[in-house]
């Protein structure tokens, strides 16, 4: 069974500075997603990762994967009150029939000035 | 572009009542998913159809029912509500998936979910 973890699962932040979130998953897996979601509202697809030392970048989040340590990590740089948000990390479990995402629990991030 | 579209936003029920909610995307999507949202446990998989005409379990499918009624549509039947089941109900769609697709999931905007 895949188990994917997020750490931390809050976060507060200071306008300006850097951070990163981590996401460990638990059995071999390729592929990996990252989602934002602000409150009340549905999912967005941020970045899709698809192979050992993939990197994405989009304005100040940076996110990259490592298969073989089975960790994905989102980088901010420079963080600004609108990234506030809840950041989810989703890996794709290819053990089954077909792929399935498995979502951590989630990164509530609060920017604050 | 719609996109993934839920209906309804918000349903409070007792328990004990059924109800079915509804899910449709125009993306020409193959692969459907029912997903359920709770405080502290981000998403969980209920039930997906990788394309028309199937339909599997996934993490936590005790309680519900699904049809895939066509390409474009996915529904999800409580058939006899219960308190554990109040939550935030996503519907979401991605291209085919599986060894070479590789598609985010599209999702729709939510119903939330009360039962009393």
């Given at each position: 069974e895949l188990k994917v973890e997020q750490n931390p699962l809050f976060l507060s932040m200071q306008e300006g500075k850097n951070y990163t979130i981590y996401c460990n998953y638990s059995t071999t897996s390729d592929r990996l997603y990252w989602y934002r979601q602000d409150p009340g509202k549905s999912l967005e697809s941020l970045f899709v990762l698809l192979s050992n030392g993939a990197v994405k970048q989009e304005g100040r989040l940076m996110a990259s994967l490592d298969t073989k340590a089975r960790l994905s990590t989102l980088h901010i740089t420079?963080?600004?009150?609108?990234?506030?948000a809840t950041y989810f990390c989703a890996v794709e479990?290819?053990?089954?029939?077909q792929g399935n995402l498995i979502f951590g629990k989630g990164t509530k991030l609060s920017v604050k000035p | 572009n719609a996109g993934v579209t839920q209906t309804p936003k918000f349903q409070v029920l007792k328990t004990g009542q059924s109800m079915t909610l509804q899910c449709a995307q125009d993306?020409?999507?193959n692969s459907m998913y029912w997903y359920r949202q709770d405080p502290g446990m981000g998403l969980r998989l209920i039930y997906y159809s990788a394309s028309e005409g199937t339909t599997d379990k996934g993490e936590v499918p005790n309680g519900y029912n699904v049809s895939?009624?066509?390409?474009r549509e996915f529904s999800l039947r409580l058939e006899s509500a219960a308190p554990s089941q109040t939550s935030v109900y996503f519907c979401a769609s991605s291209e085919k998936r599986g060894r070479d697709f590789n598609s985010p999931l599209h999702f729709g905007n939510g119903t939330r979910l009360t039962v009393t």
């Open positions: 420079a963080a600004v009150h609108d990234l506030s479990w290819v053990g089954g029939s | 993306m020409n999507h895939r009624l066509n390409k």
